[in-house]
Each structure stands twice: as structure tokens, then as C-alpha cells.
């Protein structure tokens, strides 16, 4: 008689999914605008939290630059993309996606502190931004997901050429080593935090 063993898989469905990473990069979002609405009404005290380069006492404030921005359109420039390319990350999972999250704003921010011209603040999401662009676009190869692979070029022909002019050092104003750090440190998310496939269970005879 043979007897065979199955492993039963439990979790999210599809539409809880969705619903879990739209909220989640909806109170995100929120978050963004509500501490810049904070940061008006405080006389930008905030902006003492971006990053200074080469300071020791400028560790502290990787995490926190990341949900800073000077000014509302700043905010508003990154909210779009920060949805999208978020949602779509996180519907492999929340608790994946908080951790490639947390890594690319460590790596990005660490990337800033060593590598910015002297004097200057950086802060905003858009590390983070180009950081979930790069895992998205190399995620579905890593994991041999064909939906995540159409997925990651689908958005590297929508926003491609943005990314490209985004890493230029040719802009001034702009953090392209903030834009150059998150992007790398994507790409490398998706191999830390890449999906192992379970092997086939061997059948069991008796």
C-alpha cells in the first residue's frame, strides 16, 4: 500500500492581498503628507532629520530622512510612485515587503551618509522609490515567477527611462547618489529576500 504525504498551504487570498498592501501603502502615504503637514506648521523643524554626510551623529537619522520631504510638492512627486511601486511589492507579503523596505532604507541611507557632497541634507522617500523599482524589475527572475517577471518589465518600459536620468549626477538639487544607493540596494533585496521553492515531498511507501 502506498501512502503519500501532502503539505497543506494556508494563507492570504488574492483579495486579502490586495487589500492589505492597499492599505498598508495607503497609510504609508499618509504618513509622508501628515509629517510634512507637521514639518509646515513647526517652522521645518523637521528637515533638522535629513541626512548631513560624514557626521556620526547623522546615523541616526537614516531611517526617519526616508519619511521627510522638503515641501509638498515634494511629497506629491513621490506619491504616485511610491503607491504603485509599493503595492505591488506588497502583494508578495507584507512582512517580505517591510523587510526589503527596511533594508533599502538602511543600505540607501548609509549609501547617502558616505557618499554626499559635504554641507548638504537629503531626505525623502524617493531612495526608497528606486529602491522597490530595482526589486520589482528583478524579483519575478530571482523567484521564477513569470507573473512578477511581466510585471518588472512592464514598469521598466513605463519608468525606465525615469530611473536612467534619475541615477544622472548631471541634475542639480537632486540626490542622485539617494536615487543610485536605493536602486542597488532593490536589486539586492530581491536576492537577501528571494522566495526558496519547497521541494517536491517524496511519496512514502509502506
Given amino acids: 500500500m502506498a501512502d503519500t504525504t501532502r503539505s497543506g498551504s494556508t494563507g492570504r487570498t488574492g483579495a486579502e492581498r490586495v487589500k492589505a498592501a492597499a492599505a498598508l501603502m495607503g497609510a504609508w502615504v499618509a504618513l509622508l503628507w501628515l509629517l510634512e503637514a507637521v514639518d509646515l506648521v513647526t517652522g521645518h523643524a523637521l528637515d533638522a532629520y ?11 537619522d537614516l531611517v526617519p530622512a526616508a519619511f521627510l520631504h522638503f515641501g509638498f510638492g515634494h511629497v506629491a512627486a513621490n506619491t504616485v510612485p511610491l503607491l504603485v511601486f509599493g503595492f505591488l511589492a506588497a502583494l508578495g507579503g507584507i512582512r517580505r515587503f517591510l523587510a526589503v523596505a527596511a533594508l533599502i532604507v538602511v543600505v540607501d541611507g548609509l549609501g547617502v551618509w558616505l557618499v554626499s557632497p559635504a554641507h548638504s541634507v537629503t531626505a525623502g522617500a524617493s531612495g526608497l522609490i528606486f529602491g522597490l523599482f530595482g526589486y520589482l ?15 518588472g518589465l512592464l514598469i521598466g518600459a513605463i519608468w525606465g527611462s525615469t530611473v536612467l536620468l ?8 537632486v540626490s542622485w547618489q539617494g536615487h543610485l544607493f536605493g536602486l542597488l540596494a532593490g536589486v539586492a533585496a530581491a536576492f537577501v529576500f528571494r522566495r526558496h521553492r519547497p521541494r517536491a515531498a517524496a511519496p512514502l511507501t509502506v
Fill in 137 to 151: 524589475l528583478v524579483r519575478g527572475f530571482v523567484d521564477r515567477k513569470p507573473i512578477d517577471i511581466v510585471v
Fill in 166 to 173: 534619475g541615477v544622472s549626477p548631471t541634475q542639480s538639487g
Fill in 50 to 60: 535629513g541626512i548631513s554626510p560624514r557626521e556620526a551623529v547623522e546615523l541616526r
